[in-house]
């Protein structure tokens, strides 16, 4: 099985930068793709970016296109989310995901992952 760790939550004001980082542990990662999701409380799971591990394939939710940027480390099996330019309502729990057969592609659905972190929480101010 997979182990996902995620680091770099915490309090940013509005328009700061923040680096979520993504640690995996357990099994190579050649056919899965990565992703990341938040969560408001009393809100739904939503899909914020994706990469598959193998061709860097890049997905991201309208919300946070140009914005955000996700990319991976594979020699330290690391997945990041660099976030610029951010705001209140990316206010949330962010958490990291691992989909295990997905190489094309990055799903966007949360039910297509298998593995998660355990989340970290990111605060933007106004």
């Known amino acids: 099985q997979v182990q996902l760790v995620e680091s770099g939550g915490g309090l940013v004001q509005a328009g700061g930068s923040l680096r979520l980082s993504c640690l995996a542990s357990g099994r190579p990662l050649n056919t899965y793709s990565m992703g990341w999701f938040r969560q408001a409380p009393g809100k739904e799971r939503d899909f914020v970016a994706g990469i598959t591990w193998i061709t860097g394939r890049t997905h991201y939710a309208d919300s946070v296109k140009g914005r955000f940027t996700i990319s991976r480390d594979s020699a330290k099996n690391t997945v990041y989310l660099q976030m610029n330019t951010l705001k209140p309502e990316d206010t949330a729990v962010y958490y990291c995901?691992?989909?295990?057969?997905?190489?094309?592609?990055?799903?966007?659905?949360?039910?297509?992952?298998?593995?998660w972190g355990q989340g970290t929480q990111v605060t933007v101010s106004s």
């Open positions: 995901a691992g989909d295990k057969f997905a190489p094309n592609i990055p799903n966007t659905d949360s039910r297509e992952y298998d593995y």
